[in-house]
């Protein structure tokens, strides 16, 4: 059974602080997808990021940065120089790969604070 | 694109009446997906669909919750009788291999408080 496990239930940092987001998960499938979703206060979840189980290379976009190790099922999250705007609850997610729809399945969110 | 909108954004009603929320997914996309968001549970899939034709249902809770998808744009999920504990956000998300395979966009979410 596929499972997603976000221990951090919530956290709280000072603006321009680095933050690291753990995400770790459970499958039986050797190829699959992992996925990160922001939900600020306004309500509506979304798409930040999309990465494929057979390419392990890290990701970066601004300020935003996913770190994915196969050998320990992690796919991190880190903020660099957090932001007030960065305060939202953040979801990892799993999906398999070759089924055209798929059951994508969510961890339980870390709140993130950002404190001015 | 509008993006997926779901109706209505906010619903209250009474124990035992019937719940119907509405979802039209953005246009072209062939997958739609059903969650409940609860402070206990968090992020629930409740069932999914894959070119209008329901895939997974083992997450709709019981039978009093029933879902439809009569074509590419436009899908119901009804609750009835309601309970309380049926009281959520229910989000309406879609997807499609074009726009990035899994990928959801997910819609504003309907906010249902069941007295």
């Known amino acids: 059974a596929q499972k997603v496990t976000q221990a951090q239930t919530e956290i709280s940092v000072v603006e321009k602080e680095d933050v690291t987001l753990d995400c770790v998960y459970e499958?039986?499938?050797?190829?699959?997808?992992l996925f990160w979703y922001k939900q600020p206060p306004s309500g509506e979840l979304v798409f930040l990021i999309r990465?494929?189980?057979?390419?392990?290379q890290n990701e970066i976009s601004g300020r935003y940065s996913w770190n994915f190790q196969k050998s320990t099922s992690s796919f991190n999250f880190t903020i660099t120089a957090s932001q007030v705007v960065d305060s939202a609850v953040y979801f990892c997610?799993?999906?398999?790969?070759?089924?055209?729809?798929?059951?994508?399945?969510f961890g339980s969110g870390t709140r993130l604070s950002i404190r001015p | 694109d509008a993006g997926v909108i779901q109706s209505p954004r906010h619903e209250v009603t009474e124990m035992g009446q019937e719940v119907t929320l509405r979802c039209k997914p953005i246009?072209?996309?062939?997958?739609l997906f059903w969650y409940r968001q609860t402070m206990m549970r968090g992020l629930e899939l409740l069932i999914y669909?894959?070119?209008?034709?329901?895939?997974?249902d083992s997450g709709m809770p019981e039978d009093r919750f029933s879902a439809k998808m009569p074509n590419a744009s436009f899908s119901t999920l009804k609750i009835q009788p309601s309970e309380p504990r049926d009281s959520a956000v229910y989000f309406c998300?879609?997807?499609?291999?074009?726009?990035?395979?899994?990928?959801?966009?997910f819609g504003a979410g309907s906010r249902l408080t069941v007295l």
């Open positions: 246009s072209g996309h062939n997958s």
């Open positions: 997610a799993l999906s398999d790969f070759y089924s055209s729809a798929s059951k994508i399945i």
């Open positions: 669909f894959n070119n209008n034709v329901p895939i997974d």
């Open positions: 998300a879609s997807s499609s291999i074009r726009a990035g395979a899994n990928v959801l966009t």
């Open positions: 499958t039986r499938d050797t190829t699959y997808y």
């Open positions: 990465r494929n189980s057979f390419d392990e």
